[in-house]
Nanobody, 123 residues
Framework: QVQLVESGGGWVQAGGSLRLSCAAS????????MGWFHHAPGKEREFVAA????????YYADSMQGRFTISRDNAKNTVYLHMNGLKLEDTAVYYC????????????????WGQGTQVTVSS
């Protein structure tokens, strides 16, 4: 089992920045690709970003490209989501995910999910 705990959510004004963190435990972190999803009210959960197990390759949803950056520190068993230029439509619960396959994450079927952290963007 892999346990994932997100942190760093909160309130921010439009145009502002936040950094989300996801701490992993239970298995060898460097064996897992990691990803972030968000779930906005009235919408389905959506893919945001994913990063390979070695941190070399990253993928982003089109609407986040250029604004969000995913990174990881395998020594700290932590993955981050740096969010800049936040928009009202970025308001959502953000979930961390883990899976041995980055493709499986991007298909929305990772083996492990965190509990989520709320991000609220206000005007």
């Amino acid at each position: 089992q892999v346990q994932l705990v997100e942190s760093g959510g909160g309130w921010v004004q439009a145009g502002g920045s936040l950094r989300l963190s996801c701490a992993a435990s239970g298995r060898t972190f460097s064996n897992y690709a990691m990803g972030w999803f968000h779930h906005a009210p009235g919408k389905e959960r959506e893919f945001v970003a994913a990063i390979s197990s070695n941190g070399i390759t990253a993928y982003y949803a089109d609407s986040m490209q250029g604004r969000f950056t995913i990174s990881r520190d395998n020594a700290k068993n932590t993955v981050y989501l740096h969010m800049n230029g936040l928009k009202l439509e970025d308001t959502a619960v953000y979930y961390c995910a883990a899976d041995p396959s980055i493709g499986t994450i991007m298909n929305g079927r990772p083996d492990y999910w965190g509990q989520g952290t709320q991000v609220t963007v206000s005007s």
